[in-house]
């Protein structure tokens, strides 16, 4: 699977958009982008995927660059629930590899009343 | 509806002592997976299954891991002569989906924390 970059942390302001950033240089053209996040003492939560398209659902909106070599998460409007650590996740979908889903670091996210 | 139940939340274990983590998955779903996640880190594949069987096991990080899901619904993670290394959480995650399907998600459980003295 391809290697993501991501900061390690990041704050915002409730109410405001959180943008996330991610690269992905070494993607391929069969893998995915996946985005998971993770609150203190849960497991990780889906968030949303997108190969190439620009996707939205209600949680979030993820909005790939046309090369694919970076995307971007965007959280609408923060909330103080949404203080977590978020990672971007590149994965092939076929064969062993897509068995997994392949962490990194993940940002930090501190959503500040 | 129910999520991925895991149990117990909190494990503390002696170096040497064998250890046994349950995971409940959501009913129906046939793909489950573990997962370690150390200190400060992302979680890390150990193993996969569809319905009874094992299909990857690449994760595992030497023989004193087992996995096991005997009927297709419940799994246990044992790890036999713990050592202090294997402090971590483990989590258990499971999905609707035969892996690997382009959508795919993966539920995750909240993760038991073993602490090995």
């Known amino acids: 699977d391809a290697k993501t970059t991501q900061p390690p942390s990041m704050d915002c302001a409730e109410g405001r958009a959180a943008n996330l950033p991610c690269n992905h240089s070494?993607?391929?053209?069969?893998?995915?982008v996946y985005w998971y996040r993770q609150i203190h003492s849960q497991g990780p939560q889906y968030i949303i995927h997108?190969?190439?398209n620009n996707e939205t659902n209600e949680m979030a909106s993820l909005i790939i660059t046309e090369d694919r070599k970076s995307s971007t998460l965007i959280l609408p409007h923060a909330t103080l629930r949404d203080t977590a650590v978020y990672y971007c996740?590149?994965?092939?979908?076929?064969?062993?590899?897509?068995?997994?889903?392949?962490f990194g670091g993940g940002t930090r996210v501190l959503v500040k009343p | 509806g129910a999520g991925v139940s895991q149990s117990p939340r909190y494990k503390v274990a002696k170096r040497g002592q064998d250890v046994a983590l349950r995971c409940d998955p959501i009913?129906?779903?046939?793909?489950l997976f573990w997962y370690q996640q150390a200190l400060g880190q992302g979680p890390e594949f150990l193993t996969y299954?569809?319905?009874?069987?094992?299909?990857?096991k690449s994760g595992l990080p030497s023989d004193r891991f087992f996995a096991e899901r005997p009927e297709g619904s419940v799994s246990t993670l044992k790890i036999q002569r713990t050592q202090q290394e294997d402090s971590a959480v483990y989590l258990c995650?499971?999905?609707?989906?035969?892996?690997?399907?382009?959508?795919?998600?993966?539920?995750f459980g909240p993760g038991t924390r073993l602490t090995v003295l």
């Open positions: 997108g190969l190439k």
């Open positions: 995650a499971s999905s609707p989906y035969r892996i690997p399907t382009p959508g795919d998600t993966q539920y």
């Open positions: 996740i590149v994965r092939v979908v076929r064969g062993a590899a897509g068995n997994k889903l392949t």
């Open positions: 299954f569809q319905n009874e069987a094992q299909l990857d």
């Open positions: 009913s129906g779903h046939v793909s």
């Open positions: 070494t993607i391929s053209g069969n893998e995915y």
